[in-house]
């Protein structure tokens, strides 16, 4: 990937967040029930990242391992050649079902990581504007999540993964609530957001089962499967930005991860 | 307002609908259009017709194209696009009578059942509940009018 412009990944550098022989296992019943084995994978900085399989293959799971809320039962999560403990506070999160409280308007759901966080209200102030003026949702600040469409609320949820001012954004099927044409703009905008030099964010990691969506957006597509999850293939993806999906390079892509899916 | 916000087509869909328009080429047949969608007809000529309103695809006959404008707005940032709506929102009847009785108001304010009675009596041939729903939400997203749903108020947006 040498002579990318900044900003884009460079695999040459070593991965900057890593899982090392991830195993995890959930009992179900009495029976311990292998979940996930074996895994590892590295994510460089600045990498957009997209892990793609079948429903039930524990890519969710994944995403919360990699964010420290679950436990691997053995293996490693390194973060910056550190030992990963806890949640990662370093992390945003972005949720498929929006995750917003409907009780609370637009600024006080995306203030909620730093009211959590302890900031005192000046910077809470400060921060809050600036990533709700980023994600295009001035304006809507007092309107509540019912007063929303799909779109807009996901755009909450983006603010306030944002707003945290974490290096890395993991988001879980962020567009699979929103119809199809919400859809095509919300993925422009989060591709503008992370090439946006005033954003803290340079390193996305997806989870999606939309193969398209994955190639339209990551650098790399990583193809699990099932029982137990494990890494089938990783997949550069080298096409040019922004992407043509009548590219015959794109099919052929498209056709290849599809057939280790299915 | 607690009605259903998917009623009005959102500038999302819109700005959807002209990524599909340019990326197959500027146009396309309508009712093809509403099939690689799979939008119900009704529903896509809703969104057609307000992006049309807004200058940025023509139907001439059966077809739609997307016009330089709509290239144009397709091509900003964020909030490049939320500028480029707002100049648009301002050539808009409804849009520039609702500015026009805000700003007859002392704090810019008026009730939402004031609003909407005033639709129904300029604007007979639209609906005002519609009407209403577009006037807040493209407002709030083109940072020209603002909506306590609390109380019911709808003002101009101006910025603090």
């Known amino acids: ?262 | 307002m607690e009605g259903d916000p998917e009623q009005y087509p959102g500038i999302s869909r819109i700005m959807g609908l002209l990524k599909v328009l340019e990326e197959t080429g500027g146009e396309g047949d309508l009712y093809q259009l509403g099939v690689d969608l799979h939008l119900e007809l009704g529903e896509e000529l809703q969104l057609v017709r307000a992006a049309e309103s807004l200058g940025f695809v023509q139907t001439p006959g059966s077809e739609i194209e997307i016009t330089e404008l709509g290239r144009e707005i397709l091509k900003k940032n964020i909030n490049g696009r939320k500028h480029l709506l707002r100049e648009r929102l301002l050539t808009l009847p409804v849009f520039q009578a609702a500015l026009r009785w805000l700003e007859q108001e002392e704090d810019a304010t008026l009730p939402s059942e004031t609003v909407k009675n005033r639709l129904s009596e300029q604007f007979p041939h639209e609906d005002s509940e519609t009407a209403f729903q577009t006037l807040v939400n493209w407002g709030r997203y083109a940072e020209l009018f603002g909506y306590r749903a609390d109380r019911g108020d709808l003002y101009v947006d101006r910025g603090d």
């Open chain 1, 1 to 262: 990937m040498s002579g990318s412009p900044p900003g884009t990944a460079t695999m040459d550098k070593p991965p900057f967040l890593r899982l090392e022989h991830v195993d995890r296992s959930f009992l179900d019943g009495a029976r311990p029930n292998q979940a996930i084995r074996d895994l590892s994978l590295g994510i460089s900085e600045g990498e957009f990242v997209s892990l793609v399989g079948p429903s039930g293959c524990g890519k969710s799971t994944l995403l919360r391992i990699l964010q420290g809320l679950i436990v691997p039962t053995s293996g490693e999560v390194l973060y910056r050649d550190t030992l990963q403990q806890g949640v990662n506070p370093d992390m945003g999160m972005v949720f498929q079902g929006f995750a917003l409280y409907p009780w609370l308007n637009v600024y006080q759901n995306v203030s909620l990581g730093l009211v959590a966080r302890g900031d005192p209200p000046g910077v809470i102030d400060r921060k809050v504007a600036f990533y709700i003026d980023k994600v295009g949702l001035e304006g809507y600040e007092e309107a509540y999540p019912r007063e929303l469409s799909g779109g807009m609320k996901q755009r909450v949820g983006l603010a306030r993964a944002l707003c945290i001012e974490p290096a890395i954004l993991l988001m879980d099927e962020p567009f699979s609530n929103l119809d199809a044409l919400t859809t095509l703009t919300l993925r422009d905008e989060v591709l503008m957001l992370w090439k946006d030099p005033e954003m803290s964010v340079r390193t996305i990691v997806m989870v999606t089962h939309i193969i398209e969506e994955a190639i339209l957006m990551s650098d790399r597509v990583v193809v699990l499967a099932r029982r137990p999850t494990h890494v089938v293939e990783e997949i550069p993806v080298n096409l040019p930005r922004p992407r043509d999906r009548r590219d015959p390079e794109f099919d052929r892509l498209s056709d290849r991860i599809f057939s280790l899916i299915s």
